[in-house]
């Protein structure tokens, strides 16, 4: 069973010790098993929280065990660690353990040189503050998440969630962390970068929403030509509401939920199957292989045979 130690600070901000705790706690195997141990350690038995107090069942001591570190951020990153965790860090990295950091949880992993020389990334408004902080770092806001292999660091908020889905997926495969994404109601458009490596079964609408039925069915018939017009027909509205109603509740167009769907579909085909990319190109809906392909290095920010080399044998 992989360890996940999650490390909170005085000052933890709680809806980072949350993300890690909630997504990889989600997880589970085909068969129903647990994959993650997950366990909260901190300098000393109880940290401030802000609005409450966070009593931590275990020590540093719980991080020589763990192979996965993730370290939340603080409310004010000092800019030195309390006694001993800089040193452990650096010890359980010699070692090969994962670490990786949630927002300004990057200034904790940053102060201990393990992200001198590579990028990392952190909440957009931090950004400056982290780049003039620690030059060494090459810092870059724009992303939601970087890996670096062994480090990694996400940017704010939702984004962790992202970052650890990644992991999952990384360590067990697509059909786990799909598990787990839809266990996270994660939301149904994630734009930019690494976030497309994931492969996410498409969500339903919020509950009760007007649209579910038909995101339901275009999901289904993705692999078909549809129009706009034939969507809204489909969903008995005009095109003009039609639209609106799309980003009322998907927080994007008809057509752009659509090429997400179908670029979904093909990475699980990618990742599943051998069949090659002009079959892969038809399944999942695209007028030709070059469109395919141009549509999802657009989307997922890499051919479809360098996704396929990089990720089925993840999910084996």
């Known amino acids: 069973m992989h360890t996940v130690v999650v490390l909170a600070l005085d000052g933890v901000i709680p809806f980072d010790l949350s993300v890690p705790i909630d997504t990889f706690g989600r997880a589970r195997l085909p068969d129903g098993r647990v994959p993650y141990r997950v366990r909260v350690c901190a300098v000393r038995e109880e940290v401030s929280a802000g609005a409450f107090?966070?009593?931590?069942?275990?020590?540093?001591?719980?991080?020589?065990?763990?192979?996965?570190?993730?370290?939340?951020?603080?409310?004010?990153?000092p800019e030195v660690l309390p006694p001993g965790v800089a040193e452990t860090l650096r010890a359980a990295a010699a070692r090969g353990t994962r670490i990786a950091s949630i927002c300004v949880g990057a200034f904790l992993l940053a102060a201990t040189g393990l992200l001198d020389g590579l990028r990392a990334t952190t909440h957009w408004i931090a950004a400056p503050d982290l780049a003039a902080r620690y030059p060494e770092v090459t810092v870059d806001p724009n992303v939601l998440y970087v890996d670096n292999g062994r480090f990694l660091t996400?940017?704010?908020?939702?984004?962790?969630?992202?970052?650890?889905?990644?992991?999952?997926?990384?360590?067990?495969?697509?059909?786990?962390?799909?598990?787990?994404?839809?266990m996270s109601v994660m939301p149904l458009e994630r734009e930019g970068g690494q976030a497309q490596f994931i492969v996410h079964e498409l969500p339903p609408a919020p509950a009760g929403a007007t649209l579910e039925p038909l995101l339901h069915w275009l999901e289904e018939h993705c692999d078909r030509e549809l129009t706009v017009e034939e969507v809204a027909a489909r969903a008995g509205m005009s095109t003009r509401t039609l639209?609106?109603?799309?980003?009322?509740?998907?927080?994007?167009?008809?057509?752009?939920?659509?090429?997400?769907?179908?670029?979904?579909?093909?990475?699980?085909?990618?990742?599943?199957?051998?069949?090659?990319?002009?079959?892969?190109?038809?399944q999942a809906g695209f007028g030709s292989p070059t469109a395919f392909r141009e549509r999802f290095r657009r989307v997922v920010g890499t051919s479809p045979q360098a996704y396929r080399r990089t990720f089925r044998a993840a999910a084996g």
Request: positive net charge; aromatic residues 4%; charged residues 20%.
């Open 53 to 77: 107090t966070v009593r931590a069942p275990y020590g540093l001591d719980a991080l020589a065990e763990a192979d996965t570190i993730i370290l939340p951020g603080v409310a004010k990153p």
């Open 154 to 182: 996400s940017a704010g908020a939702a984004a962790a969630m992202d970052m650890c889905l990644h992991m999952i997926r990384n360590d067990l495969g697509s059909a786990v962390a799909a598990h787990a994404a839809r």
């Open 243 to 282: 639209n609106r109603r799309f980003r009322e509740q998907t927080g994007t167009t008809p057509v752009r939920w659509l090429h997400r769907a179908r670029v979904r579909r093909a990475q699980h085909l990618l990742e599943t199957t051998s069949h090659p990319v002009e079959r892969i190109a038809v």
